[in-house]
């Protein structure tokens, strides 16, 4: 895998998870859940899918990610009967569970589809949705499987399932592509961005959002105080009309190309 | 030619699509986002009558948004300057919501649908009500009177509408607001503003005009049919926070607070009094209003809209005692019918005279059902056979769920998403609130009834056979009274649904079935919603309700769900 400074950052950040064992089984086990749920909501989506391509992959899609679950399942359970991470329900266990699920967005990949299904946000947004989701999911599971050197059999699941993550991101790709090439560049261009501003960015961009909001803000305040006072008193000053008054719409036809 | 109107920012967005003159599909954004009356810039519900339709987003010849957003602009901004220095924290609120987004809604619309900006339309607000209320209506020449909480800068307009033409002729500006002044008591009152108008207006059937001398100094009408709302007693600008001002707590006393406990059996209750001395107030001014638009507009038939259609005891005062034979009330009469009528009006001034007009039905418009079966779901043979099965249930006085068709364009879904009861049987207002959702006490229960049989049952008004079709009218209950107690108001009056064979013929056969079964020959007809919530938008959600309540049947298209008996 490239090795960029954000990596370097995610590596440090999930160390923590693999070298725990309760915390690798719990992770898996949710691993498992998310791929599931995710599967479950493309399958939704294979019936409202209209263009036929489109529908194939979305069915050959969810029967990865169900499968990329039973491994996950699957993993989680061979390391469970080798006495790794306690029994299920085990304090321990849990807690670091808790602990890794508060980070929130760094592990899970899939959960931003709930809610999003395809025949309400439309076939372009969700496609894009998807590819973003399948970029960042194969970033991850290259980052896990470099943190798995001492566990081959958890770093071969996730080496497999990289594979069919290659394919997400392929065919969603192609399929932005060719709606681009269909002169749709501008939808594709504002569904891209905003799946990657709901996905990466996620709470910082929220955080930053506030941020700026709060300074716009107080600009706006000090604005007021200032700039607004002549305006204020013309405005004070002006009388509030009363009673019938002729409207203002113009009955020419260009009149709704007008903006006020 | 394909033309999306949209409506968004101030209450209940929705997005309507016309296809050659014809509204094929329209949707609220609350029944996607699950919020009621969602502002937001309604992206799922835009998309969802797009796939209806079958049209893709490039294939638009037009985008129109229901108002003029720099006179809006314009007009927050020397509203609020006027109250300077005090709404320092609103008006930095304002600036920024405006400067760094709504300034530019034609770029923000055109990039969303990916349309060149140039066929992105604007209507004004009240062109976009009142085609709302004119064009779908089924009259060839109408007087349109739109009475509404703010547009740009007018509140309330009279218009005049034949064949396809709509002339705007007077306005009356901000703040002198009857749509407001409504919200602001409502807030007072202790409830949500834009949303909980219904229930101060039901507050008012059991309260006596004990105020009727300081509502009309707080609201005058004039003699030409104008009229003015003492604007020092509100904050009409401070949209989003307190609406009233200290000075009306100091004619009324301490507003009630949200969640206190009210006791409208008491002999004077002080909320009750207020609502309905509000109520008659408006309807007064209403009536002011229709008589000045029928000295411009001497016509037979009036079209309303704005929110204040959504009153339905007001509108049927207006059609009552106003100078107007024939009544329309567009049903979404909120800023959803403006993005039907944004778009219906540009269909018209782009295609001329000869363009012929859509009419609306009942259950013609809302979102499409989203399917999503259990297994154990059963397919029954035929509609008999569910007709049959849903009247014994009700029969037997137990609630079932009813989700079939479209979901409405409107307050609620007109029997699309609905929870039938049957009003003769035990105690069927605390059956409701035990089995599907807590309500309050003094809110009425609207019917549903057969059309051929509600003149045996009520006192129906003539020449208003759609608001009655929309159930958008009160009416006054003369056999029912006696049949299902249950049902009729204080006042002796019933909220009805009209149901018709030709708009909802499964529907229909329920209600006739059930009266053959030996139920009575109406239904208590409720949202189908989560409580706070609007109706279900599919199975999946109408099965999570199954599941939380006591409905001992839950219909979906042509498939039933039944309450598994508890032995079992
Ligand atoms: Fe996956
Ligand atoms: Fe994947
Ligand atoms: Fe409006």
Redesign the interface.
């Known amino acids: 895998m490239r090795f960029t400074p954000s990596t370097w950052f995610q590596r440090r950040a999930y160390r923590g998870v693999w070298s725990d064992p309760a915390r690798k089984v719990r992770t898996l086990e949710s691993f498992a859940q998310t791929e599931a749920d995710g599967g479950n909501e493309i399958r939704?989506a294979v019936s409202f899918a209209?263009n036929d391509a489109l529908k194939g992959h979305l069915a050959r899609h969810a029967d990865d990610e169900v499968r990329h679950a039973n491994m996950f399942t699957q993993r989680a359970a061979e390391l469970r009967a080798a006495g790794v991470g306690g029994p299920v329900g085990d304090e321990t266990s849990d807690r670091a569970f808790d602990m890794e699920r508060s980070r929130g967005d760094g592990l899970d990949f899939h959960g931003d589809l709930s809610g999003s299904?395809i025949?309400?946000?439309?076939e372009?947004?969700y496609v894009a949705k998807l590819h973003v989701a399948e970029c960042r999911a194969a970033e991850l599971f290259a980052i896990h499987s470099s943190l798995l050197d001492d566990d081959p059999e958890t770093k071969k699941v996730f080496d497999d399932i990289l594979v069919d993550e290659k394919y997400h991101m392929g065919y969603t790709n192609h399929l932005l592509r060719e709606w681009r090439k269909e002169?749709?560049?501008?939808?594709?261009?504002?569904a891209l961005k905003s799946a990657r501003e709901s996905r990466f960015l996620g709470a910082w961009k929220r955080l930053g959002i506030r941020s700026a909001?709060g300074f716009?803000?107080?600009t706006?305040?000090l604005?007021?105080?200032t700039l607004?006072?002549p305006?204020?008193?013309v405005?004070?000053r002006?009388r509030?009309?009363?009673?019938?008054?002729?409207?203002?719409?113009r009955?020419e036809?260009d009149a709704?190309?007008?903006?006020? | 030619m394909k033309i999306l109107g949209l409506s968004a920012f101030h209450s209940n967005a929705a997005a309507a699509l016309v296809v050659d003159g014809e509204c094929v599909a329209a949707a609220q954004e609350e029944r996607?986002s699950r919020i009621p009356r969602d502002a937001a810039f309604p992206?799922?519900a835009l998309?969802?009558v797009?796939?209806k339709g079958g049209v893709?987003?490039?294939e638009l010849d037009s985008v129109?948004f229901y108002e003029?957003?720099?006179?809006r602009f314009?007009r927050l901004?020397?509203?609020q300057?006027?109250y300077?220095?005090a709404p320092?924290?609103i008006?930095?609120?304002t600036?920024?919501t405006w400067l760094?987004d709504r300034m530019w809604?034609?770029n923000r619309i055109?990039?969303?649908?990916?349309v060149d900006p140039d066929r992105v339309?604007?209507?004004?607000h009240?062109?976009a009500h009142a085609a709302g209320a004119y064009l779908p209506s089924p009259f060839e020449e109408a007087a349109v009177l739109v009475v509404d909480g703010a547009g740009e800068?007018?509140t309330t307009?009279l218009s005049r509408g034949e064949g396809t033409k709509l002339?705007?002729?007077?306005?009356?500006?901000f703040?002198?607001s009857l749509g407001l002044l409504y919200s602001a008591f409502t807030q007072y009152l202790g409830f949500e503003p834009d949303r909980d108008e219904a229930q101060v207006e039901a507050l008012a059937a059991h309260g006596e005009p004990r105020h009727d001398e300081e509502l009309s100094r707080i609201l005058e009408v004039?003699d030409?049919g104008?009229f003015?709302v003492a604007?020092d007693l509100f904050r009409f600008s401070f949209d989003g926070e307190r609406t009233f001002g200290d000075a009306l707590e100091e004619v009324f006393g301490p507003a009630r607070i949200p969640g206190a406990p009210l006791d409208v059996s008491a002999a004077a209750c002080r909320e009750a009094d207020l609502a309905a001395s509000l109520q008659r107030a408006v309807e007064r001014a209403l009536l002011g209003l229709a008589n000045e638009l029928h000295r411009r507009v001497p016509s037979e038939n009036l079209c309303v809209s704005g929110v204040l259609a959504l009153n339905r005891t007001a509108m049927s005062r207006l059609h009552a005692d106003g100078p107007f034979r024939n009544l329309y009330v567009q049903p979404a009469a909120d800023d959803a019918g403006a993005a039907l009528g944004a778009a219906l009006?540009?269909w018209h001034?782009?295609n001329g005279e000869a363009s012929t007009r859509w009419r609306r039905s009942a259950a013609d418009l809302g979102p499409e059902l989203?399917p999503?079966p259990r297994d154990e779901a059963r397919t029954l043979d035929g509609t008999d056979a569910l007709v049959d099965l849903a009247a014994r249930t009700l029969a037997e006085g137990e609630l079932v769920g009813w989700a079939r068709g479209l979901g409405g364009f409107g307050p609620g879904s007109m029997g699309g998403r609905v929870c039938l009861a049957n009003p003769v049987i035990g105690d069927v207002r605390d059956k409701l609130t035990r089995g599907l959702a807590p309500r309050s006490p003094f809110l009425p229960l609207p019917i549903a009834v057969r059309a051929e049989s509600a003149a045996e049952l009520m006192e129906l008004p003539e020449g208003a056979d759609l608001p009655l079709a929309f159930g958008r009218l009160t009416v006054q209950a003369t056999g029912l009274r006696e049949l299902a107690p249950a049902v009729v108001g204080p006042d002796g009056s019933v909220l009805p649904r009209l149901v018709h064979a030709d708009d909802q013929p499964v529907l229909h056969a329920l209600l006739a079935a059930v009266e053959r079964a030996g139920g009575p020959p109406v239904l208590v007809e409720l949202d189908l919603a989560p409580r706070g919530e609007p109706c279900v938008r599919g199975e999946a959600e109408a099965l999570g309700l199954f599941d939380r309540t006591e409905l001992a049947l839950l219909v979906v298209d042509d498939r039933v769900y039944e309450r598994a008996p508890a032995s079992a």
């Open positions: 939704a209209r299904p025949d309400e946000i439309g372009i947004p002169g749709r560049a501008s939808e594709v261009k504002s909001g716009g803000r107080v706006m305040f604005a007021y105080y607004a006072v305006f204020a008193l405005a004070k002006g509030l009309a009363v009673g019938w008054q002729d409207p203002v719409d009955a036809p709704i190309r007008q903006q006020y | 996607f992206k799922r998309r969802h797009l796939a893709e987003a490039h129109v003029k957003p720099l006179r314009e901004l020397y509203n300057l006027r300077f220095p320092a924290r008006f930095s609120r600036m920024f760094g809604l034609k055109a990039s969303e649908l990916g339309l604007f209507t004004s009240h062109q800068r007018s307009s002339e705007l002729l007077a306005e009356l500006p703040p002198h004039r030409d104008s003015s604007a009006l540009t001034v782009e989203r999503d």
